[in-house]
């Protein structure tokens, strides 16, 4: 069965500081990834994914990300965060085969960034 | 343009009524998507569209009923709803669903329905 978790309901950085928001998975076939951020009272927004190729992904609002095959992990990183990345975050992911084609979501990581 | 719209953005109806909730893209894809969202949890899907044919419903109750006028447009209606029906309601569009699966999802920002 293909599952997503993410080992951490909350997060607290310091402003300045590096982040990062964990996520591992396990599906059938390769995996394509996503991270989506949602600011308090707002949809979500799409941040990056990683379908193939280079381990490191770059996305939106200075995150990246980092696929790691033999840990099935898929972890949201920024170098240094800004007050204003304080939301909800989530990973998703989607088998490359099966018949289940649905995409699967984590329960979600709210990521306080503190001045 | 990489926006999804929804109206109302907020609506309140009692169980007897009826309403309903819309949705409008105008990026070109041809893949819509209704979630329901409790406060902090992830999004459960309720119903896809793919190329305005209804290929995935999540076992919803009838009382929600989807609809999708055209490669833009997508309601959902709602009647006699329940107190726990009481959630965001977000309209998602993505460029195709099927393979390959490697398409993300844009999402609108959201009708916050509360149910009397």
């Known amino acids: 069965a293909q599952s997503v978790a993410q080992p951490e309901d909350q997060v607290n950085v310091a402003e300045g500081n590096p982040l990062t928001v964990k996520c591992t998975y396990s599906v059938s076939g390769n995996p394509y990834l996503f991270w989506y951020v949602q600011y308090p009272n707002r949809g979500l927004q799409f941040l990056l994914k990683y379908i193939t190729g280079d381990n490191l992904v770059k996305g939106s609002y200075g995150f990246e990300a980092e696929f790691n095959k033999s840990q099935t992990s898929f972890h949201l990183k920024k170098p240094s965060a800004l007050v204003s990345d304080s939301a909800l975050y989530f990973c998703?992911?989607?088998?490359?085969?099966?018949?289940?084609?649905?995409?699967?979501w984590g329960l979600g990581t709210s990521l306080a960034v503190n001045p | 343009d990489t926006e999804v719209t929804q109206t109302p953005k907020h609506l309140v109806m009692g169980m007897t009524n009826k309403k309903s909730l819309k949705c409008e893209q105008h990026?070109?894809?041809?893949?819509m998507y209704w979630y329901k969202q409790k406060a902090k949890k992830p999004p459960e899907l309720m119903f896809v569209y793919s190329y305005e044919k209804l290929s995935i419903n999540e076992s919803v109750p009838s009382r929600f009923s989807p609809e999708c006028p055209n490669s833009s447009l997508l309601n959902l209606h709602l009647h006699a709803l329940q107190p726990e029906d009481s959630a965001l309601y977000l309209c998602?569009?993505?460029?195709?669903?099927?393979?390959?699966?490697?398409?993300?999802?844009?999402f609108g920002p959201g009708t916050r329905l509360t149910v009397t």
């Open positions: 998703a992911v989607r088998g490359s085969t099966g018949n289940n084609r649905k995409l699967i």
């Open positions: 990026m070109g894809h041809r893949a």
């Open positions: 998602a569009s993505s460029p195709k669903e099927g393979l390959p699966l490697s398409y993300e999802q844009y």
